[in-house]
């Protein structure tokens, strides 16, 4: 599975965007880019995932490049209980392969 | 609430003891996913079972192992505790169909003493 890169933390003000960055460089064509959060110690929870094209869901929006070496999560409109560790994952969509989690950008929404 | 279901939520134990984790997976779902979190470690990947049979290995030690029974529920199995082993372990389910979405469980918290 490719690696990302992720920065390690960013702020948000409540009420703006949040806009997180991951780099996959190394990514195949047939990788998908999956995101997760995990607030506190609670279970990692499914964010949006997508291959190619943007993606847009109730919780989120997918932007990935056209060269898909990197991709964008955006959070329209941040709240407190959007704080977390967010994890960007690169993975095939099917069969056994390791999912790798990395370290993550642990975003901070502030009021 | 994702719908996978974990239990026990706290487990405490001694050194040298052996636990077991059960996991029950969303409906519907046929493959089951095991991960530990400990503080300095992060979210690491330890085994897949799909519909009964283990398709993908991750950084599982020889001391732990798993399976998947016939109703789809997984359990893992840590022996010879050690002190390092206190972590949480994540459970996560996927239909393994067009697409693998993972749904995680809300986690077993396991102190070794």
């Known amino acids: 599975d490719a690696k990302t890169t992720q920065p390690p933390s960013m702020d948000c003000a409540e009420g703006r965007a949040a806009n997180l960055p991951c780099n996959h460089s190394?990514?195949?064509?047939?990788?998908?880019v999956y995101w997760y959060r995990q607030i506190h110690s609670q279970g990692p929870q499914y964010i949006i995932h997508g291959l190619k094209n943007n993606e847009t869901n109730e919780m989120a929006s997918l932007i990935i490049t056209e060269d898909r070496k990197s991709s964008t999560l955006i959070l329209p409109h941040a709240t407190l209980r959007d704080t977390a560790v967010y994890y960007c994952i690169v993975r095939y969509n099917t069969g056994g392969f390791k999912t790798i989690f990395g370290a993550g950008t642990r975003l901070f929404v502030k009021a | 609430d994702s719908g996978v279901t974990q239990t026990p939520k706290h487990l405490i134990t001694a050194t040298g003891q052996r636990v077991t984790l059960r996991c029950s997976p969303r409906?519907?779902?046929?493959?089951v996913y095991w991960y530990q979190q400990s503080l300095d470690q992060g979210l690491q990947f330890l085994i897949q079972?799909?519909?009964?049979?283990?398709?993908a290995k991750g950084n599982i030690l020889e001391r732990f192992s798993a399976q998947q029974f016939p109703d789809l529920h997984s359990e893992l199995n840590l022996s010879s505790l050690e002190l390092g082993d206190s972590a949480l372990y994540f459970c996560?389910?996927?239909?393994?169909?067009?697409?693998?979405?993972?749904?995680f469980g809300p986690g077993t918290r396991l102190t070794v003493l």
């Open positions: 079972y799909y519909n009964g049979e283990e398709r």
């Open positions: 409906s519907g779902d046929l493959s």
């Open positions: 190394t990514i195949s064509g047939n990788e998908y």
């Open positions: 996560a389910s996927s239909t393994q169909g067009s697409t693998d979405t993972q749904y």
